[in-house]
């Protein structure tokens, strides 16, 4: 079903529905309105309608154990199966939507509607209209950014600093050059006085390729200890990691079982939460039946004894005998009356469970992410520690290969050094003088080369740095404006919901022209406490929706009244108009087309008619239960009535 296809025609099939056998009934686009007095079976056939859309399952027929709702529209087929088992109703098939909470909460209008009810019983507006937005859900997403947020910043920082040498390098880079440049034509010159002097060029050559191997050697025996002092640098802060992550291991505390049990816990309660949920619908419904039926003495659901004519009967109508309509015996109307009272103090222990059981799934829920965090922190030391192990292990055969070689370059440097000693006299004239300060100049250059080489990769990988962090701040960018529209999401569904409601409401008013009532509206206040139900995150505080009137004076003059001043009918349409606003605000047309009123009877037929045409203009299909008197009151134009009177015959 979508708002982009409603010209269709809608059936429904309903069986052991309330106290409804069996029925079947036709919704053309726009209003249809059931027609009929009470026990007519029309709040059942809305509750089973309800149901199957994928709101709370509708009660059984009394007497039945299985029950059945389908929904036929453009062609596809929507039902619901339900069994009586262990006290409560089990379901299965396939619903319109998923979204239960949609449907009960701004779907289907009855007297239990939790719209309706916060008005009538002054409740949480904010938690009703908002309820269907996941919280914390967006919290946990905010929390993952500002993690993120602050890993990146951390980097940016450290990249900032280490870019803090570039002016440094820069200037080393260019004095490096020049120094090379100075070493290069001191070795040009020495080079040119050699090839003036009158000597043994072979034996000259010698000792200038010893001395030169000789500088090698020191400059490769000096480069290999560096290596090893490197090495063992790594390998020991190695060891101090794996030191300190060995100390966190040991300072965690874990529990598989716990966790397992948690898990279990959950499950359980879980599904007595849900099973509260279906007990407290269920017996509201039935408590709702029965008050109609004991308040209505006309009723001919309830049928009078023999002794309904005696005079104490006619003076106290509660004493009157009837028939029961579920079991046939005959008992007095108090009696009924009296266990109506025993189901609603059961209704309000249910609900009182239903809460604590909801506190504790919270508790849990907390306590379970705890611990799963402690041993996703485990499972990372574990890794962590193992890549340590590792990484030592290769580091302490690096260092074996180097000792070796560095013994090695030692015993040549040895036999170059008793050579050079061997030719003290060639080594004391000024020719194996020169080419001893060649091969000086030589080293140095080598020196510089490899110091400038160095220098020019410190700059480049600043370089690389530098496109890092412009990469980091364009994503830390992101991050802040999804930081920004996460932490606004809910407040501005939380105003559009009050702007919605609150335009509504004034149009509202001028439709039904209540007498005084100059303006009834909402105002969104903040908390002071984080709450995450009632939408709160950190960094922010939990709001409020608080309602106001504004009534006028004879001599037209404003002034503000409180919300238990509103007569039973005011409220009711106000209930009615959050429950439009949020059908609205949450885009519900989109998965449910339809909307279903009853319990209108505290307003009267003139206000009901402006009421149903102004929701006609909202809702596709839009089904209303009506008393006879007050269906006469609309208008025929696009308006179907069926007269209902679903209620099996026993």
């Given amino acids: 079903?979508?708002?982009h296809n409603t010209e269709g025609r809608i059936s429904v099939y309903g069986e052991n529905i309330g106290g409804i056998s069996q029925c079947e009934v036709t919704f053309e686009p726009g209003v249809t309105v059931l027609r009929g007095r009470n026990a007519t079976g029309r709040t059942s056939l809305l509750n089973g309608l309800a149901g199957v859309l994928g709101g709370t399952a509708p009660v059984l027929k009394g007497d039945e154990q299985e029950g059945e709702v389908r929904l036929e529209f453009n062609g596809t087929t929507y039902n619901q199966h339900y069994t009586r088992r262990d006290g409560t109703v089990q379901t299965a098939g396939q619903p319109v939507t998923e979204r239960s909470d949609l449907v009960d909460l701004f779907v289907c209008l009855t007297a239990e509607n939790p719209a309706r009810r916060a008005i009538v019983q002054d409740g949480n507006l904010r938690d009703v209209i908002m309820r269907p937005v996941d919280t914390d859900s967006i919290q946990r997403r905010i929390e993952e950014l500002q993690s993120e947020r602050n890993r990146i910043g951390q980097r940016i920082r450290a990249i900032e600093n280490d870019l803090e040498q570039r002016t440094t390098l820069t200037s080393r880079k260019t004095t490096l050059e020049g120094e090379l440049e100075e070493c290069d034509q001191e070795i040009d010159e020495l080079r040119n006085q050699l090839e003036q002097f009158d000597a043994d060029p072979e034996e000259a050559e010698k000792v200038e390729q010893a001395l030169t191997s000789l500088e090698e050697r020191k400059q490769e025996l000096e480069s290999i200890t560096n290596r090893i002092r490197t090495q063992e640098d790594t390998r020991e802060a190695l060891r101090d990691e794996q030191s300190e992550l060995q100390t966190e291991r040991e300072s965690i505390e874990t529990s598989e079982e716990e966790l397992k049990r948690i898990e279990a816990r959950l499950s359980e309660l879980t599904s007595r939460e849900r099973s509260l949920a279906t007990t407290i619908n269920d017996l509201s419904a039935i408590v709702d039946f029965n008050e109609d039926l004991v308040s209505?003495?006309?009723?001919?659901v309830l049928r009078s004894g023999e002794a309904s004519e005696s005079p104490v009967s006619k003076l106290n109508p509660m004493s009157e005998t009837v028939e029961c309509w579920t079991c046939g015996t005959q008992v007095e109307r108090n009696q009924i009356a009296g266990r109506l009272d025993e189901l609603r103090d059961l209704v309000d222990e249910k609900r009182t469970e239903r809460a604590e059981v909801q506190t504790e799934i919270e508790e849990l829920r907390e306590s379970q992410q705890e611990l799963q965090e402690a041993i996703d922190r485990l499972d990372e030391i574990e890794k962590r520690l193992d890549e340590i192990s590792s990484e030592i292990a290769q580091r302490e055969q690096t260092l074996?290969?180097?000792?070796?070689?560095?013994?090695?370059?030692?015993?040549?440097l040895s036999k170059l050094e008793e050579f050079v000693s061997e030719r003290e006299a060639l080594q004391e004239s000024e020719l194996t003088e020169q080419y001893q300060q060649l091969s000086e100049f030589e080293y140095?250059?080598?020196?510089?080369?490899?110091e400038l080489s160095s220098v020019r990769e410190e700059l480049a990988e600043l370089d690389r740095l530098e496109n890092e962090r412009d990469q980091l701040q364009a994503q830390q960018d992101e991050i802040q404006e999804e930081l920004v529209s996460q932490r606004t999401q809910i407040r501005d569904l939380e105003e559009s919901a009050i702007t919605a409601f609150n335009d509504h409401m004034e149009e509202i008013l001028d439709v039904l022209r209540y007498k005084n009532i100059a303006r009834v509206w909402i105002e969104r206040k903040e908390g002071a406490e984080f709450n995450s139900s009632h939408g709160g995150y950190r960094g922010g505080s939990a709001t409020k929706f608080e309602l106001h009137v504004v009534r006028e004076t004879d001599e037209g003059r404003g002034y503000e009244d409180t919300v238990q001043s509103l007569s039973e009918s005011e409220r009711e349409v106000v209930g009615l108009i959050v429950a439009l606003a949020g059908y609205l605000v949450h885009d519900v047309y989109e998965v449910i087309p339809?909307?279903?009123?009853?319990?209108?009877?505290?307003?009267?037929?003139?206000?009901?008619?402006?009421?149903?045409e102004y929701f006609a203009d909202y809702a596709p299909y839009l089904v209303v239960a009506l008393l006879p008197e007050d269906a006469d009151a609309l208008g025929d134009d696009q308006t179907a009535v069926i007269s209902a009177s679903f209620v099996s015959e026993e």
């Avoid at 209505?296 to 001919?300: L, Q």
């Fill in 1 to 3: 079903m979508s708002q």
């Fill in 296 to 300: 209505n003495a006309n009723s001919d």
């Fill in 400 to 412: 074996e290969s180097l000792r070796e070689e560095r013994e090695d370059v030692h015993q040549r």
């Fill in 444 to 450: 140095q250059r080598g020196q510089l080369e490899e």
């Fill in 594 to 612: 339809m909307m279903l009123l009853d319990s209108l009877e505290a307003i009267d037929a003139e206000r009901i008619a402006a009421l149903v």
